[in-house]
């Protein structure tokens, strides 16, 4: 027992290893959606603090995405892989995955669009609603829908949920083509707030605690970086 405490007491890493990075990797056409440039990807690699890395891939769906995304959705110390995964059949959803004993886990997702090239973009993740609990934010289908969601994800005694918060039409944060996603997150004053585009580009929308306010015209790109540098 003691040389087993010794040993942990020196090697943590052997028993914990965590979430060190994230990226897509392999670009493929396989999918050839083409909404996002550059953005459809074979594979999800998870670094971990140990040193090693991991791969995850799907025989018929891609990453379509920029990155993915670090976050502790459940508090407990450990980050859990936001990505956005789209299958050949049902378009996109967004996938959550952790590290158990060292295997990328999927653990939850929202459901998929349901039609293939239908894609989302994430533009945020917070305790939006102060309600102590995470909730993504995403616009369902940016170049067609465009609605801003919020979806909430909990954790209780191995379960985890996936709650529809909120729903708030006439925003997107993409244009077909491009390789970036624009605004996105934002915390002036402490409290969280999504950094979008009205649906024809001409306004800059703020939304905090699921209620949308304009807070001036769009001018182009540099109008949602002000927007997320607090300059509005
Ligand atoms: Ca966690
Ligand atoms: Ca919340």
Request: hydrophobic fraction near 40%; charged fraction near 25%.
């Amino acid at each position: 027992m003691r040389i087993a405490a010794a040993l942990f007491a020196i090697f943590p890493q052997i028993c914990a290893a965590d979430v060190s990075f994230a990226r897509y990797v392999d670009p493929t056409d396989a999918y050839g959606h083409g909404a996002l440039a550059g953005g459809e990807y074979a594979a999800l690699e998870v670094g971990l603090t140990d040193g090693r890395s991991l791969r995850l891939s799907y025989p018929k769906a891609v990453f379509e995405d920029t990155e993915p995304r670090l976050a502790d959705l459940d508090a407990d110390g450990e980050m859990e892989i936001i990505t956005v995964v789209s299958t050949f059949d049902q378009g996109a959803r967004i996938q959550v995955f952790d590290l158990e004993e060292s295997v990328i886990r999927p653990i939850a997702s929202t459901a998929p669009i349901g039609t293939r090239h239908r894609w989302l973009s994430i533009a945020g993740i917070a305790d939006f609603d102060g309600n102590g609990l995470v909730e993504v934010a995403f616009v369902d289908r940016p170049h067609l829908a465009k609605v801003l969601r919020f979806v909430e994800f909990d954790h209780q005694a191995e379960l985890w949920t996936v709650t529809s918060k909120a729903a708030l039409e006439g925003h997107t944060n993409h244009r077909i083509g491009e390789s970036a996603i624009s605004g996105g997150l934002r915390s002036c004053d402490g409290t969280p707030e999504v950094i979008t585009a009205n649906a024809n580009w001409s306004r800059v929308l703020a939304t905090r605690r699921y209620e949308t306010r304009d807070i001036g015209p769009y001018d182009g790109p540099q109008s949602l970086v002000s927007a997320l540098d607090c300059e509005d």
